[in-house]
């Protein structure tokens, strides 16, 4: 089933989520729908606060490749155990911030240590798009979104216009 998603400003995406430490199928059909909707909208990242849950859950699949298989990843708990001194820049959209994208410089390559849906733990190097990816993704359990990376100017921009397209998307 697919889930709505928040719109920055919202408060509940500044929120820190709290650790899972019970595996439920509620926490399970959670992941699921969070992939359906990211896979929906288009997107290669979603993370739970962005479905206005706060737990720290995860989705992502960075496989852009015409053709190749998809490969869903369901994080639980996810975590960045060392990152390369290496940096890469990626120009970063955000699906609870449509149409805006902006350039943001993080470590090329992560260990990420999590717990998948089966309930156990992966650790996992990551580089190139996923390395981005599960950083960002991962940057929203703390409340932290991809224009916080930016100059204040540049961000204030992006909100304003996100103001505007709610206001809009309220009046339809
Ligand atoms: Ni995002």
Not at 55 to 73: Q, S
Not at 123 to 146: N, P, R, S, Y
Request: glycine fraction near 6%.
């Amino acid at each position: 089933m697919k889930r709505p998603i928040l719109l920055h400003p919202d408060p509940r995406l500044k929120k820190t989520a709290d650790a899972v430490s019970d595996l439920s199928d509620e926490l399970r059909r959670l992941a699921d729908d969070m992939l359906e909707t990211m896979y929906d909208a288009p997107g290669i990242g979603l993370a739970a606060p962005q479905v206005g849950v706060l737990t720290r859950l995860i989705v992502l699949d960075c496989v852009k490749e015409e053709g190749e298989a998809p490969r869903p990843l369901i994080m639980f708990n996810p975590e960045v155990l060392a990152s390369s001194d290496e940096l890469n820049t990626y120009e970063e959209g955000c699906l609870s911030i449509p149409e805006q994208f902006a350039d943001v410089t993080r470590p090329a390559e992560v260990e990420v240590r999590w717990i998948d849906r089966d309930g156990k733990e992966r650790v996992e190097g990551m580089d190139g798009l996923w390395a981005t990816c599960v950083q960002h993704e991962i940057d929203h359990l703390d409340g932290k979104l991809f224009i916080d990376y930016l100059k204040p100017l540049k961000r204030q921009l992006i909100t304003r216009k996100m103001q505007k397209l709610k206001r809009e998307r309220a009046r339809v």
